[in-house]
C-alpha cells in the first residue's frame, strides 16, 4: 500500500482562497456521485516543494468526462471535451483552466481464487508517468481531503533531490522523457538517480528517432527555463549529442553556446546549430531539424559565407563588400560560430559606426529619391569601416564631390 498522508494545510496555505475553495467542492461534488477524484501530476509535486503551480491537472475514477460535465452543471463555466483522450478542460467562471482525465476502473480475474476484483487504475496510470516526483496524487474527496497517495517514494525523491524513472522501460517508451530528467534536474537542482542516469544513457540513441518538432520543442522548454546550458551540458553527458551527431561537446562550444544565449536567441534550432558548427558535414546533420523557411535561410546563408575566401589582411570594407549582401543577424550569427577576429571586428565596428548622412541631406543636395540612395549609404559604410570618413562634415564634403560626379 502507498505511503500515505495528508496536506490538508498545506494546500489551504498554498493555493488562493479561490482555488481552495474550488477543491473542496469538486470533492464534494464527487462524493455525491460516488466518484474518487484526485489532484495529479506537477502540481503534487510543487505543493510538496512550496512552489507556485497554477496547472490544476484532476483525475476521476470513473467517467472524467461527464465529471466535467457535472462540473459546468453545478457551478457554470464551459467545458470542452476531447472524447478520444477521454479527457475534458473545464474553464470555471473565473477563467481558471482544470484539466479532467478518466481514469477507469477495471475489473480483474483475481489470479488465483474465483472472486473478481474491483482493481483501481489510480496507481496504473501513475506508473505509466515519468518520474516519481511527477508521479503521486491527492485524494480531493471530503472525508480524505489532502490524502497523499504515493506509491512510488516520490516524497522520499523529493527529499533526497533525485530524479527517478519508474520503470525500466520509461526511457525507451518514451525518449523525450531524457530531456525532461535534464530539465527538472536542472530546474530543481537534483541528480539523475543512478539506475536512470545508466537508462538514460542506454536510451539516448532513442532520440534520433524522435520527430524534430517534439526534440525541438524540448530543447525550447530548457530555453525557457534558463537552463539551456547546463542542461546541454548534462545532456552531453549522458551521451545524446555523441550519438545524435558523433560529437563531445567542449568547453570552446559551450563558450559559444553561451555567447548565443547572450544575443537573447530564442529559437533552439540555433543552439543545435552552435553544437555542430564546427563539424564539416554540420549542414547535414542539422538539416531535418531546421523547420522553418527562416532556418532553411539561415543554412543556405551560412553555407553561402563558409565559401567566401577573404585574405587575413583584408580592409573592414572589403569584408563588407562580401557580407553586406547577407541577412545581419546571420553575419553576426557567423561571426560569432566561427569565431573569426577580423570577422568579429568587423561586425562591432559596423554595428557601431555613426549615422553621418540621412535621407533627408541627400535630398537637400538634389539627389532624387530612387536605388542611387543606397548605393551611396553603402560607399559611405565602406568610407567609415575604413575610416576614411568619421565626421558629418566629411561626408557632406564627399556628398558634394560625389553630386558632382553623379550630374
Ligand atoms: N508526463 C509523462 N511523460 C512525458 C510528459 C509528461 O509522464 N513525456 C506526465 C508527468 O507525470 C507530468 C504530467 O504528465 O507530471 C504533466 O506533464 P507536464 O505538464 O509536461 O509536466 P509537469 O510535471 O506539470 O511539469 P511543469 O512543472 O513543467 O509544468
Not at 462540473?71 to 457554470?76: F, N, S, T
Request: aromatic share 8%; with cysteine.
Amino acid at each position: 500500500s502507498p505511503k500515505e498522508n495528508t496536506i490538508k494545510g498545506l494546500i489551504e496555505k498554498q493555493v488562493s482562497a479561490e482555488v481552495y475553495a474550488l477543491l473542496l467542492q469538486i470533492g464534494s461534488l464527487a462524493d455525491e456521485h460516488d466518484i474518487h477524484i484526485y489532484l495529479i501530476g506537477g502540481i503534487v509535486r510543487d505543493l510538496l516543494l512550496n512552489r507556485p503551480n497554477e496547472d490544476i491537472d484532476i483525475v476521476v475514477e470513473g467517467n472524467g468526462i461527464e465529471f466535467a460535465q457535472l462540473l459546468e452543471q453545478k457551478l457554470g463555466g464551459q467545458v470542452k471535451v476531447h472524447e478520444k483522450f477521454g479527457t475534458a478542460v473545464w474553464t470555471t467562471p473565473t477563467s481558471l483552466k482544470l484539466d479532467i482525465v478518466t481514469c477507469r476502473t477495471e475489473y480483474y480475474d483475481s489470479p488465483a481464487t474465483l472472486p473478481i476484483v474491483k482493481a483501481s487504475n489510480l496507481r496504473e496510470d501513475l506508473r505509466r508517468r515519468d518520474f516519481t516526483i511527477n508521479a503521486m496524487a491527492i485524494q480531493l474527496n471530503k472525508n480524505n481531503f489532502g490524502l497523499i497517495i504515493d506509491y512510488f517514494q516520490g516524497q522520499d525523491d523529493l527529499t533526497s533531490k533525485k530524479i527517478r524513472i519508474l520503470h525500466t522501460l520509461s526511457f525507451i517508451e518514451d525518449p523525450t522523457r531524457i530531456i525532461r530528467a535534464v530539465r527538472f534536474a536542472t530546474r530543481f537542482n537534483y541528480v539523475l538517480a543512478k539506475q536512470t542516469r545508466n537508462l538514460a544513457i542506454d536510451a539516448s540513441a532513442l532520440l534520433k528517432q524522435v520527430s524534430a518538432t517534439r526534440f525541438l520543442h524540448e530543447l525550447k522548454l530548457l530555453l525557457s527555463e534558463n537552463a539551456i546550458i547546463s542542461g546541454i551540458d548534462m545532456l552531453n553527458e549522458l551521451g545524446v549529442w555523441k550519438s545524435l551527431f558523433g560529437i563531445n561537446v567542449t568547453e570552446k562550444q559551450l563558450d559559444i553556446i553561451r555567447a548565443v544565449k547572450g544575443r537573447n536567441e530564442e529559437d533552439p534550432f540555433v543552439y543545435l546549430l552552435a553544437l555542430i558548427f564546427d563539424k564539416s558535414n554540420w549542414k547535414h546533420l542539422v538539416s531535418r531539424y531546421a523547420l522553418t523557411a527562416n532556418n532553411q535561410q539561415l543554412i543556405r546563408q551560412l553555407e553561402a559565407m563558409e565559401e567566401i575566401n577573404w585574405d587575413s589582411k583584408a580592409t573592414l570594407s572589403e569584408l563588407h563588400e562580401v557580407f553586406a549582401p547577407y541577412q545581419n543577424n546571420n553575419v553576426n550569427l557567423f561571426a560569432l560560430l566561427t569565431q573569426e577576429p577580423l570577422l568579429e571586428t568587423y561586425i562591432e565596428k559596423a554595428s557601431t559606426l555613426p549615422v553621418l548622412l540621412t535621407g533627408k541631406d541627400l535630398m537637400a543636395n538634389g539627389i532624387k529619391p530612387g536605388p542611387t540612395y543606397s548605393d551611396i549609404f553603402h560607399q559611405l559604410t565602406c568610407l567609415q569601416l575604413d575610416e576614411e570618413i568619421n565626421t558629418k562634415e566629411e561626408a557632406h564634403d564627399w556628398l558634394l564631390t560625389l553630386h558632382k560626379k553623379i550630374r
